[in-house]
């Protein structure tokens, strides 16, 4: 594994929400994120959001996670189309959680065929569902996958399970979390080009919307916003998704409707640029696999992966070479998997290594929060379970320092990590599994 002598410090990857690096001073984004998004706002006519006059046609309010604001009496148009209605929601939950929890290279799996996303809603869940359920006899690295067999199957993941587990909401996240995953597996394969939206001065791919009272009276924009960023931290093979959300507002008439917007970055519009991602994630999985045992144990697996991602990547700064990098691919997979770059941030690193973790079949999640203390500048990291144990990975600390941070318990991990809690919004992460004090293997 190569070791890189750390620059000026801590090397901190992303925000939270991917939009800054970390020289991103994330306490004053806190307050305009959740001055946003609050469920005060979003019941006041005068808020960023709803501050809309009433009018005999329809308005319709645009809000990035920043906090711009845009207003039209033209309806935003989506890419992939509406799909979110509460009925459409219900029957896909039947054909999604019925599918196999089939994972693609574990010694006792098998490797799931592809699938063709529909453009309707059902034939979508029928295309997810077949992802990981239809499958071959054989678990050996020469057979052939595809991008569709890199698409995990969600039902057994531990995010998944934690969130649809919340007593007041678990029903309403349940249908949000289909939703958002008929839409993005959609996109996945689609050999349609998007338009764009510039919303306040953001150029994005505004993929589909979900009216909030679809999923019940009780759900307001917060709520809302803790589904869809579980669902897209949960997922990274949906690279093409932006780390944050749009929320909007019709009003007509004096009532007003709530919706949220599955966004996707507009580097990704064209189909051409699609497949060429594709294209770089199966030609890094195929060199993944050259070396790769299925048989060996969970632990020897994940090695497997620290080490191969560490002798692939190097931290992305800018120019400057001190400033972490803020392009979208520095952000999501593709600054791994994409040859060109072979660079990422901690982000990167993190969502790389959960895709790679569920492909070999252990189960793994993606953290996020801060280090040493300093809330102002967010970090991502890993959660893998071993022997029924959870453990601690940092993929980008042990490729950036000298210091070892594969599968190690609370009593390192927690004196420099801290992960953010489940407070519904912007930061919103499930109740975490609790961690093993120990590290692998030690006695202490």
Not at 48 to 66: G, I, K, Q
Not at 190 to 205: H, K, R
Request: charged share 20%; with cysteine; aromatic share 12%.
């Amino acid at each position: 594994m190569k070791m890189k002598k750390i620059v000026g410090g801590l090397l901190l990857g992303a925000s939270l929400i991917g939009l800054a690096s970390c020289d991103f001073n994330f306490e004053n984004f806190q307050k305009m994120v959740l001055g946003e998004s609050s469920e005060a706002e979003e019941s006041s006519s005068a808020s960023s959001t709803d501050s809309v006059a009433s009018s005999s046609s329809t308005v319709y309010t645009l809000s990035t996670e920043d906090g711009s604001t845009v207003t039209s009496t033209t309806e935003p148009s989506t890419a992939v189309g509406s799909s979110s209605t509460a009925s459409s929601a219900k029957s896909s939950s039947s054909a999604a959680t019925s599918s196999s929890s089939t994972k693609k290279k574990s010694s006792s799996s098998s490797v799931a065929s592809s699938s063709t996303a529909s453009s309707s809603a059902a034939s979508s869940s029928s295309a997810a569902s077949s992802t990981t359920s239809s499958s071959t006899a054989s678990s050996s690295v020469e057979d052939e996958i595809s991008i569709t067999s890199l698409v995990d199957d969600y039902t057994d993941n531990y995010s998944y399970l934690e969130l649809i587990s919340d007593s007041t909401y678990g029903d309403a996240f349940k249908e949000m979390y289909i939703d958002f995953y008929e839409t993005a597996l959609e996109a996945l394969t689609s050999t349609e080009d998007y338009s764009t939206s510039d919303v306040s001065g953001t150029e994005m791919i505004l993929l589909d919307k979900y009216a909030l009272a679809d999923y019940g009276s009780n759900i307001e924009m917060n709520q809302a916003v803790s589904a869809m960023m579980t669902f897209i931290y949960d997922n990274p093979i949906f690279y093409f998704l932006r780390s944050g959300y749009v929320s909007g507002t019709s009003t007509s008439g004096g009532v007003t409707t709530y919706y949220i917007y599955l966004t996707a970055t507009a580097e990704y519009k064209t189909a051409e640029a699609r497949q060429a991602v594709n294209e770089c994630i199966l030609s890094t999985i195929e060199d993944f696999d050259k070396n790769y045992d299925s048989t060996d144990s969970d632990y020897d697996k994940a090695n497997y992966i620290n080490d191969y991602m560490t002798d692939k990547i190097s931290y992305a700064f800018e120019e400057d070479g001190e400033t972490a990098q803020d392009d979208y691919w520095a952000h999501n997979i593709e600054g791994f998997f994409n040859s060109s770059y072979n660079q990422g941030v901690c982000e990167c690193y993190a969502r790389s290594y959960l895709l790679l973790s569920r492909y070999v079949g252990i189960e793994s999640l993606f953290v996020y929060g801060y280090a040493n203390g300093n809330t102002s500048y967010g970090h991502a990291w890993n959660y893998t379970k071993i022997d029924d144990t959870w453990y601690g990975v940092d993929v980008t600390w042990n490729d950036t320092s000298y210091d070892n941070y594969m599968l190690i318990g609370s009593n390192k991990l927690n004196k420099d990590h801290t992960a953010y809690d489940s407070t519904y919004g912007i930061q919103y992460q499930v109740e975490l599994p609790t961690l093993s004090t120990r590290s692998y293997g030690s006695l202490f």
